[in-house]
T-cell receptor, first 107, second 116 residues
């Protein structure tokens, strides 16, 4: 299973962009990179996933390095509701969560 | 469209007892996964069911067992409860397997189990 490495915590001000990095140097060539987030007292919530190309959806963008050893989740304008723990996952048959990055957003 | 639901919301048991947690998957989803989340940690994979068959298991002892029913709902059973089993138990469903191939998992709100 691919091991991922993320910073323990990050901070942002409201309405500023946030770039959440993730290293997944052992990911296999066919494993998707998934991002989930977990708001306080809730189950994890899907954010975005991708394989090789950069991906955009209504929640975020995912920038994947050309060698696929790292990726960055981009929140274009952070809001207070984006305060959560963000998990980066890269594996095949099951989701292996690390400890994630706790994002704090200040007004 | 109904999301993933879990019952009960909270549960208190004593050491040595047995517990059954239930999960109703999202409509149209045939895969259910169970996770254990200790306080301050990320969710840990317990096992996954695909079309009523267990097809993957994490590093959990046999006293953790499960079932998936024809309507794709699922149960997690834990026998001989230990204090360390106190955690949030999460259920997630998806439309297919394996998860890494891009199938999104949808999580329920979890069941908070406390073992005294």
């Amino acid at each position: 299973d691919a091991k991922t490495t993320q910073p323990n915590s990050m901070e942002s001000n409201e309405e500023e962009p946030v770039h959440l990095p993730c290293n997944h140097s052992t990911i296999s060539g066919t494993d998707y990179i998934h991002w989930y987030r977990q708001l306080p007292s809730q189950g994890p919530e899907y954010v975005i996933h991708g394989l090789t190309s950069n991906v955009n959806n209504r929640m975020a963008s995912l920038a994947i390095a050309e060698d696929r050893k790292s990726s960055t989740l981009i929140l274009h304008r952070a809001t207070l509701r984006d305060a959560a723990v963000y998990y980066c996952i890269g594996n095949t048959d099951k989701l292996i969560f690390g400890t994630g990055t706790r994002l704090q957003v200040f007004p | 469209e109904t999301g993933v639901t879990q019952s009960p919301t909270h549960l208190i048991k004593t050491r040595g007892q047995q517990v059954t947690l239930r999960c109703s998957s999202q409509s149209g989803h045939n895969t259910v996964s169970w996770y254990q989340q200790a306080l301050g940690q990320g969710p840990q994979f317990i096992f996954q069911y695909y079309r009523e068959e267990e097809n993957g298991r994490g590093n959990f002892p046999p006293r953790f067992s499960g079932l998936q029913f024809p309507n794709y709902s699922s149960e997690l059973n834990v026998n001989a409860l230990e204090l360390d089993d106190s955690a949030l138990y999460l259920c997630a469903s998806s439309v297919g397997w394996p998860s890494g191939r891009g199938y999104t998992q949808y999580f329920g709100p979890g069941t908070r189990l406390t073992v005294l």
